[in-house]
């Protein structure tokens, strides 16, 4: 069972910069993980995700402002957030699939795909 805790969400003006981690419990070098997001009233949606081979695929609205990365020494995930809009807003949520099955991009970015999910963090950007 691997447990994922995130940290780094917070306040921030529109053009701002915010860096998300996610620590996980366990060994994931083998795990496919992903960025999730969800504002109120809204399910939950595919922000990024990274495949073991460290291929990316991203969200339309995020693409060019948002990069997902992994370290494997340190079993973390990384979502650095640059020129933050207020759309932004919503709570971010890590997740892992330990089968790592590939597919398209919107597979990627389905919440059906991931089986480990952290608790959240809130990320608030202002105008």
């Known amino acids: 069972q691997v447990k994922l805790v995130e940290s780094g969400g917070g306040s921030v003006q529109a053009g701002g910069s915010l860096r998300l981690s996610c620590a996980a419990s366990g060994y994931t070098s083998t795990y496919c993980m992903g960025w999730f997001r969800q504002a109120p009233g809204k399910e939950r949606a595919g922000v990024a995700s990274?495949?073991?081979?460290?291929?990316?695929s991203y969200a339309d609205s995020v693409k060019g402002r948002f990069t997902i990365s992994k370290d494997n020494t340190v079993n973390t995930l990384y979502l650095q957030m640059n020129s933050l809009k207020p759309e932004d807003t919503a709570v971010y949520y890590c997740?892992?699939?330990?089968?790592?099955?590939?597919?398209?991009?919107?597979?990627?970015?389905?919440?059906?795909?991931?089986?480990?999910w952290g608790q959240g963090t809130q990320v608030t950007v202002s105008s």
């Open positions: 990274i495949e073991t081979d460290g291929d990316t």
């Open positions: 997740a892992a699939d330990d089968s790592c099955r590939d597919g398209a991009d919107w597979f990627r970015m389905a919440t059906f795909r991931y089986n480990f």
